[in-house]
């Protein structure tokens, strides 16, 4: 079966560094992405791992291990408009894009 | 460049009735993705469809059905709509060629309501 683990929930201060963490167990793996999603709104992409190690882009940085089934999305200088849910998703092995992907965690960010 | 836009942006439906939603991909992209999301939950995959054919589909019954046409915009199409449909849908493309082609960009979603 298919199945990706993400903290449902997740509170941190303004201006400090919160880590959320990802697991996986899939039938193929093609890549993992995490996407951020305001309520009401779509989600939008932050970011794409395919091999082992972490990818920076200015206050997020992601960082996956295959051998673990594991990635973790780190957000800096934490804004209050970082407020959000963030889920991850993992592209299944296969000749299409089919995504499978995590409840996603909510994280919300305190003055 | 224009973004996914789907149509409509809310939807209240009876129970038993059909719908048909709508999405424009972005320009240049070729690969059209449905998802359902019920809130509080993370999007669900219906199906995906890559030059007008269907390319993958999820745990859907037969009743959610699909096209994708030759300029790539799509549609879903739901028969004898459940309560249960209640959800967001959403739309992706993929697939243009000046983004890495896995990337997906998201429509804004359909808000469908089944009483």
């Known amino acids: 079966g298919q199945n990706i683990d993400q903290p449902t929930e997740m509170t941190a201060t303004e201006g400090a560094i919160v880590q959320i963490n990802c697991t996986y167990q899939?039938?193929?793996?093609?890549?993992l992405f995490w996407y951020q999603q305001h309520a009401g709104e779509a989600p939008t992409f932050l970011s794409y791992n395919v091999l082992d190690g972490l990818e920076e882009k200015g206050r997020f940085s992601s960082f996956l291990s295959r051998s673990k089934g594991y990635s973790y999305l780190l957000l800096k200088e934490l804004q209050m408009k970082d407020s959000a849910s963030y889920l991850c998703a993992v592209i299944v092995a296969g000749n299409n894009r089919k995504l499978i992907w995590g409840l996603g965690t909510s994280l919300g960010v305190n003055p | 460049e224009t973004g996914v836009t789907q149509s409509p942006t809310h939807l209240i439906k009876t129970r038993g009735q059909q719908v048909t939603l709508r999405c424009s991909s972005q320009?240049?992209?070729?690969?059209v993705s449905w998802y359902q999301q019920a809130l509080g939950q993370g999007p669900q995959f219906i199906f995906q469809?890559?030059?007008?054919?269907?390319?993958g589909r999820g745990n859907f019954p037969p009743r959610f059905s699909g096209l994708q046409f030759p300029n790539y915009s799509s549609e879903l199409n739901v028969n004898a709509l459940e309560l249960d449909d209640s959800a967001l849908y959403l739309c992706a493309s993929s697939g243009g060629r000046d983004t890495r082609s896995y990337e997906q960009y998201f429509g804004p979603g359909t808000r469908l309501t089944v009483t």
């Open positions: 320009s240049g992209h070729n690969t």
């Open positions: 469809y890559y030059r007008e054919e269907e390319n």
């Open positions: 899939t039938s193929g793996f093609n890549g």
